[in-house]
């Protein structure tokens, strides 16, 4: 992820990965069906919607993978996968340990942002 994002352009990424990465192939994984492929990340910019309602939004959409995981039957989808474009296939167990790996990179990006003595810059952009 470029260097100069803003707080709100990493949380607008995570927002689209967990919703597209996450969220529809984990759904697809449980209903037995074969998950779309990866598509880079098309978010439309909700970036531009104030920063507060992205934290709502990103939680929301934790604890829908949280409950929709939780819902999942043990061993439901343990043949089933979703092929990640550098990673190859990925299990539902796999999906989840890259997801939360990806949400803590970013939230060390995040942090790495807020510390910059430059800090809070204009977010608008």
């Not at 996450?22 to 069906?33: F, K, Q, S, T």
């Not at 970036?47 to 934790?62: K, N, S, V």
Request: charged residues 25%; proline residues 7%.
């Amino acid at each position: 992820m470029a260097k100069d994002r803003s707080v709100k352009e990493v949380l607008d990424h995570l927002i689209y990965s967990t919703a597209k990465a996450v969220i529809e192939p984990v759904r697809d994984l449980g209903a037995g069906e074969t998950p779309k492929p990866f598509t880079p990340d098309n978010s439309g910019g909700c970036a531009t919607q104030p920063i507060q309602e992205l934290r709502q939004q990103m939680g929301r959409l934790l604890e829908q993978t949280v409950a929709l995981v939780g819902s999942l039957r043990e061993g439901e989808t343990a043949r089933a996968t979703w092929q990640h474009p550098s990673l190859g296939p990925l299990n539902l167990k796999e999906l989840i340990a890259l997801h939360r790996l990806h949400i803590m990179d970013h939230v060390q990006q995040i942090e790495k942002i807020k510390a910059d003595p430059g800090y809070p810059r204009d977010e608008r952009r």
